[in-house]
């Protein structure tokens, strides 16, 4: 079983791909050549499949379960669910107070998703709670296969699944209508297509060598259409059309592509790697993120079409010219440039906002919802939901970065670097605006990064089970992944354990007063 614990990017074992050896027209290409742009075998796995269901079954029942429960709006509903059921009423947000358009700082695809929900089961808690449940299973889903992708285990992939599934912050945000959970989705798939570009270029490089072609002789690189980089492009931007917050990922992600493509070709070697078909790489970057604003455009279609949104005509309403197309693409920047001036100066007080420094560690969890009527069968009850991660897991999240760092460096594996690059980009920006501008924020704007978070632990989590070298006492490997495993299941089984603990304030339940206190356990900073 391949693990994390694998070393160096270019010498990462897998079985040959399909196709190669001794067939007609194929040329012998070097073993270790073929070693270096070696991927994962992409015959069928039943098994992986089956741990990919039975996970995601659990998955949808902790999701779907009472979602309807408790009634009406919590939190952030007020405004999301609101917006989406006038969406598909008039084709933009509505403000009733002034029966007109409504302003609103958020682009619109995460309400259109929500509304869909609503076209099936109306305006009720189910019809708009409905969309973020199915997005918060889906990504246990990709996690499972992209986990699947990169460590080539069906034991961690189970473990990264199982891991997401019993994290209360993420059940929280998947049973809630509010946006981040969408916006946490399309950045996962976004990611899990950069990898599956990654593999697409190192087979086409090994076709292509098999095929004749000679980096000594040839000087200009081989045309690979990067097709799952196109399809990056397209979820890239239905993040962005979610959050604006996407954006921050993009350099992050455009590097990690250049990177791979690059050590790609030195595998084939590509003499002068990084220059030889880097104007490619940037063209294709370039088209990717032209599919990602065309996408974002899109997402705009109902304030587009229509006479009354926000802003609409803010051109000719100020007595300026508005050219078709052009003139509303300039009241729509018009539109962006409010906006961004809210983001940038919202610095109001919120009893719930965190700073990022605190959000890894649990500091300020935000509470969704709170009563206490009822009868629990004592003489004081409490309900709350608590958007709250699984502590034991989350608690995790920082030795694991630590470990990641140091695994990326000292085995040179791009598996490492790639899971932190998506932990960076989702959180190293706002302590630059928190340092900055001193803006209102809130913990639930981790979730872009949490599933970079969940794969950092299960990287550290096969380097346990499969330690490489020997060890000062001598004994067998066996004995070594012996002790491993019953390390990692050990640390699985209390996530599983603090998870059903927490349970009740991750779904509201009606619990005693006592009960509720107790897990409490940083007291005023959780309440």
Same mark, same amino acid.
């Given at each position: ?6 070393? =160096? ?85 509505? =403000? ?85 959970? *969408?916006?946490?989705? /399309? ?11 990654? =593999?697409?270029? @190192?087979? @086409? ?10 980096? $000594? ?30 954006? *921050? ?31 490619? =790489? ?28 926000? /802003? ?9 010219? $508005? ?16 906006? *961004? ?7 109001? #007080? ?56 140091? *695994?990326?460096?000292?085995? @040179? ?17 706002? /302590?630059?605006?928190?340092? #900055? ?91």
């Amino acid at each position: 079983m391949t693990t994390a614990a694998t070393a =160096d990017t270019d010498l990462t074992p897998a079985d040959p791909p399909a196709g190669t050896g001794s067939s007609p027209g194929v040329r012998d290409v070097p073993e270790i050549v073929r070693r270096r742009l070696s991927t994962l075998d992409q015959r069928f796995n039943p098994y992986s499949w089956l741990i990919t269901l039975i996970i995601v079954v659990v998955a949808g029942i902790l999701r779907f379960a009472g979602l309807d429960k408790p009634k009406g709006y919590i939190f952030d509903e007020v405004y999301y669910p609101t917006d989406a059921w006038d969406m598909l009423q008039h084709g933009f947000e509505w =403000d009733e107070k002034v029966n007109g358009a409504a302003y609103v700082v958020h682009p619109p695809l995460g309400k259109w998703l929500i509304a869909l929900g609503e076209t099936v089961y109306g305006n009720t808690e189910l019809g708009w709670r409905f969309s973020t449940a199915v997005a918060g299973t889906l990504m246990v889903l990709i996690l499972i296969r992209i986990a699947f992708r990169l460590f080539h285990s069906i034991v961690l992939a189970g473990i990264a699944g199982l891991l997401m599934t019993l994290d209360g912050f993420q059940l929280v945000l998947s049973r809630t209508s509010l946006l981040d959970i *969408f916006i946490g989705l /399309f950045i996962l798939m976004t990611f899990g297509a950069l990898v599956l570009d990654r =593999d697409h270029y @190192r087979r @086409r490089w090994l076709r292509a060598l098999e095929r004749g072609y000679d980096p $000594e002789k040839t000087p200009t690189v081989p045309l690979i259409v990067p097709w799952w980089l196109l399809v990056a492009g397209i979820t890239f931007g239905m993040a962005c059309s979610v959050k604006w917050s996407a954006v *921050f990922f993009a350099p992050f992600f455009a590097a990690l592509v250049i990177v791979w493509r690059v050590q790609a070709r030195r595998s084939a070697g590509v003499r002068g790697p990084v220059l030889a078909g880097i104007l490619g =790489d940037l063209g294709w970057l370039l088209l990717c993120f032209g599919l990602a604003i065309g996408v974002y455009l899109a997402s705009w279609t109902g304030w587009f079409v229509t006479d009354n949104g926000y /802003f609409r005509h803010y051109r000719a309403d100020n007595g300026w010219s $508005e050219p078709p197309v052009v003139g509303a693409l300039l009241n729509l920047a018009h539109y962006h440039s409010e906006a *961004f001036n809210f983001h940038t100066g919202l610095t109001e #007080k919120h009893t719930y906002q965190s700073w990022p420094w605190q959000w890894l560690l649990l500091g300020r969890p935000v509470a969704f919802y709170w009563s206490t009527a009822g009868n629990c069968g004592a003489p004081s009850c409490a309900a709350e939901i608590l958007l709250l991660g699984t502590p034991v897991l989350w608690w995790s999240f920082l030795p694991a970065l630590g470990a990641l760092a140091w *695994f990326g460096i000292a085995r @040179r594996d791009w598996r490492a670097y790639a899971i932190m690059t998506g932990a960076v980009a989702g959180l190293l920006p706002w /302590f630059y605006f928190a340092v #900055k501008d001193g803006r209102t924020m809130f913990a639930f704007y981790v979730m872009p990064a949490l599933p970079f978070l969940i794969l950092a632990v299960v990287y550290v989590l096969g380097a346990i089970m499969t330690p490489p070298g020997g060890m000062a006492t001598g004994a067998s490997r066996s004995d070594r992944q012996l002790i491993g495993a019953v390390a990692v299941s050990t640390y699985v089984v209390l996530v599983a354990l603090c998870f059903a603990y927490f349970y009740p304030v991750f779904v509201g339940t009606l619990l005693p007063y006592d009960d509720w206190s107790v897990r409490m356990w940083l007291g005023g900073r959780w309440i």
